[in-house]
């Protein structure tokens, strides 16, 4: 079975910082899709990153972009020029194969990040 | 596109109750998944559907809960008999053959 973890409950960074989300997974595919998706209050689920794993440049949104180490089966989230909307949960999804071509997904527990202005 | 639209976004049951959550997927989503969320935790992935068929439902209680899409209409998360313990945020997500999923705005499901 998958497992992601994220080893950090909650961080707290001043705005215009730069803040680092840590992701680990466990699988034994070798090609695969790796997301981050941010919560904020409105509880919306919002897509903010996606990386293919048979990539190998790390992917990378404007201010967001991972450091993807395949080998460590490593998966953080940078968040530079921090801003107040980026307050929110941020998760970590590993897809698994349900078997009906598409895929549902294994989601890490959160960080909750904190912008102080 | 209206997005993936759940309802209602807020439901309130007594115990021993049923609770019906409604997900209608974006145009041309063949796709639909079920997740639940307790507080404080991460996204638990429920039930996969495809139109009429149950995909997989390894992570379905197997007791009082069901899942269905039909060929008409929204995908519907029934939940029998309700308890305390299924008070929790569900979250409704659907995709194409491609694979990205995208969300709705979840139900809250309180059990009183």
């Known amino acids: 079975a998958q497992t992601v973890t994220q080893s950090q409950p909650e961080m707290s960074v001043q705005e215009a910082e730069t803040v680092t989300l840590s992701c680990t997974y466990d699988t034994s595919e070798n090609n695969y899709y790796l997301f981050w998706y941010k919560q904020p209050p409105s509880r919306q689920m919002i897509l903010v990153i996606r990386q293919e794993a048979y990539k190998q440049q790390n992917a990378t949104e404007n201010r967001f972009s991972v450091n993807f180490q395949k080998a460590a089966k490593s998966f953080s989230l940078k968040i530079s020029d921090s801003q107040l909307g980026d307050t929110a949960m941020y998760f970590c999804a590993f897809p698994f194969d349900s078997g009906g071509g598409a895929d549902g997904l294994t989601f890490g527990k959160g960080t909750h990040l904190i912008i102080q202005p | ?44 992935f429920m039930v996969y559907l495809q139109k009429e068929n149950i995909i997989d439902e390894s992570g379905m209680p197997k007791e009082r809960f069901s899942a269905e899409f039909p060929k008409e209409g929204p995908s519907i998360l029934r939940i029998q008999q309700v308890v305390r313990g299924d008070s929790a945020a569900y979250f409704c997500a659907s995709s194409d053959i491609q694979g990205e999923a995208f969300f709705g705005q979840g139900t809250r499901l309180t059990v009183v």
């Open chain 2, 1 to 44: 596109n209206a997005g993936v639209m759940q309802n209602p976004r807020h439901l309130v049951r007594r115990r021993g109750q049923e609770a019906r959550l409604r997900c209608s997927p974006m145009k041309g989503h063949s796709h639909v998944y079920w997740y639940r969320q307790l507080p404080e935790e991460g996204l638990k």
